[in-house]
T-cell receptor, first 110, second 111 residues
Framework: KNEVEQSPQNLTAQEEEFITINCSYS?????LHWLQQHPGGGIVSLFM???GKKKHGRLIATINIQEKHSSLHITASHPRDSAVYIC????????????FGKGTRLHILP | SQTIHQWPATLVQPVGSPLSLECTVE??????LYWYRQAAGRGLQLLFY??????ISSEVPQNLSASRPQDRQFILSSKKLLLSDSGFYLC??????????FGPGTRLTVL
């Protein structure tokens, strides 16, 4: 079993829909990261969080440490949000090493 | 501001040929540096990380090696490429335990 699991693997939605991507992990962590990878391969860090909730524009990330679960939400989705969204965790007491989920491929239709 | 460079952007190499990918970081000192690979249909995998000049830790046994000859330079090498080395290689940096920032990546195809 992977230490970081994401769902769904693929998601197609209409523009303006509210999007939720889920991430579950099975190890002790010091932080959880959400990354965005565009078709060309470039990766951008969206959020790093260790508790609660963070918001940036139309993106919201939440984490529940007790349940070992995080969600990434996109409000009023737009075709330019189409990308692969990757959940990753920094393991506790393991320096900066990160374990990555396999990603969720999101496609927003106009 | 900090920037990270990787080159080349794309590379096609025959099996058995050598490899050298370079990553440099600007605008920060003594960063932690990382090499990741993303193989087709798979997630990102950490290959090497470095906390300082000449200090390299390997995460997975393979025919690749890494070196850090200067504070902000990280090189990924191979003496003989395998077909299974094809993938997208990403360099990243961080300071302490803060978020990691990724470079633009190199797409390697081994034929």
């Amino acid at each position: 079993k992977n230490e970081v699991e994401q769902s769904p693997q693929n998601l197609t939605a209409q523009e303006e829909e509210f999007i939720t991507i889920n991430c579950s992990y099975s190890v002790g962590i010091s932080a959880l990261h959400w990354l965005q990878q565009h078709p060309g391969g470039g990766i951008v860090s969206l959020f790093m969080l260790s508790s609660g909730k963070k918001k940036h524009g139309r993106l919201i990330a939440t984490i529940n440490i007790q349940e070992k679960h995080s969600s990434l939400h996109i409000t009023a989705s737009h075709p330019r949000d189409s990308a692969v969204y990757i959940c990753a965790v920094s393991r506790m007491n393991r320096d900066d090493k990160i374990i990555f989920g396999k990603g969720t491929r999101l496609h927003i239709l106009p | 501001s900090q920037t990270i460079h990787q080159w080349p952007a794309t590379l096609v190499q025959p099996v058995g040929s050598p490899l050298s990918l370079e990553c440099t970081v600007e605008g920060t000192s003594n960063p932690n540096l990382y090499w990741y690979r993303q193989a087709a249909g798979r997630g990102l995998q950490l290959l090497f990380y470095s906390i300082g000049i000449g200090q390299i830790s390997s995460e997975v046994p393979q025919n690749l090696s890494a070196s850090r000859p200067q504070d902000r330079q990280f090189i990924l090498s191979s003496k003989k490429l395998l077909l299974s080395d094809s993938g997208f290689y990403l360099c990243a940096w961080s300071v302490n335990s803060d978020t990691q920032y990724f470079g633009p990546g190199t797409r390697l195809t081994v034929l």
